[in-house]
């Protein structure tokens, strides 16, 4: 395909910038320890100083991927898929998700809520962040509200999240990665004093798997 051709199916939705995929267990929140496929789409632009994939940020760097090659993939495997990225809401998500439902999968995100919701989801998982706050329809329909916990001024900025999320949202805090050390104790803490918190902990890097 042409450059404008391909740029042009990405804009639809049709094709999207693949990062990677893989069939592991998802290792956070309400969903931990379950098999699920992960589709990782590159390109965002939060710019979390923390972010574990930063490869991912550049979506020149992903090949341009149709989403018919991406579903195929994916159904080999579970029968859960977690899309994830980057931040998947960067595109219009609409005809992935369409085409993993017809294939009768269940689909998972992992968004910031930076942009407005797109596509069909069973389980959303929303990860606010400061530098670019979520927007109104992902607060809406959120099913979690993830909070990454780096130091103690976050537990502030988690209460203001879970005021913005919708009443059904199950709560919960994670460490950072390299803050774990400091910010589990104090997360520990924190749950066992506003219970309506749970503890999640990226538990794939403690079972080294991706
Ligand atoms: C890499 S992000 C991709 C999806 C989306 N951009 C987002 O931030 O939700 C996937 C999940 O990993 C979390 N995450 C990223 N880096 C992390 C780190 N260093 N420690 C703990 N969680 C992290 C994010 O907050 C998010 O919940
Ligand atoms: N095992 C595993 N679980 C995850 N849950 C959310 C992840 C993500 O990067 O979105 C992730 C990931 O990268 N690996
Ligand atoms: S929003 Fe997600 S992918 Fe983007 S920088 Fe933050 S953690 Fe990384
Ligand atoms: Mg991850």
Redesign the pocket.
């Known amino acids: 395909m042409l450059k404008k051709e391909l740029q042009i199916a990405v804009e639809k939705g049709v094709m999207l910038p693949l990062m990677e995929e893989f069939y ?6 309400y969903h931990t320890g379950t098999a ?1 496929y ?1 589709i ?1 789409v590159g390109g965002c632009d939060v710019g979390c100083h923390w972010c ?2 930063k490869e991912s940020w550049n979506a020149e760097l992903h090949p341009p991927t149709a989403i018919e090659t991406i579903v195929e993939n994916a159904k080999k495997y579970a029968n859960t898929v ?1 899309v ?2 980057g931040e998947p809401l960067t595109w219009d998500m609409g005809p992935l998700t369409q085409e993993l439902k017809e294939k009768d999968l269940k689909v998972h995100i ?1 968004t910031s809520g930076a942009y407005p919701l797109s596509g069909t989801w069973d389980w959303i ?1 929303l990860s606010p962040k400061k530098n670019k706050l979520p927007t109104q329809t992902v607060y809406d329909n959120a099913n979690e509200l993830k909070v990454i916990v780096y130091n103690k001024h976050d537990f502030i900025f988690a209460e203001e999240q879970a005021e913005k999320v919708n009443k059904n949202a199950i709560l919960f805090l994670q460490p950072e990665w390299s803050k774990k050390e400091a910010m589990t104790p104090l997360i520990v803490d924190y749950v066992m004093n506003n219970p309506k918190w749970r503890v999640s902990l ?3 890097k403690y079972l080294n ?2």
């Open positions: 592991t267990i998802q290792g956070e929140g699920a992960f990782r574990d994939v977690v994830t990225g992992e998982t990226q538990t794939h798997i991706p």
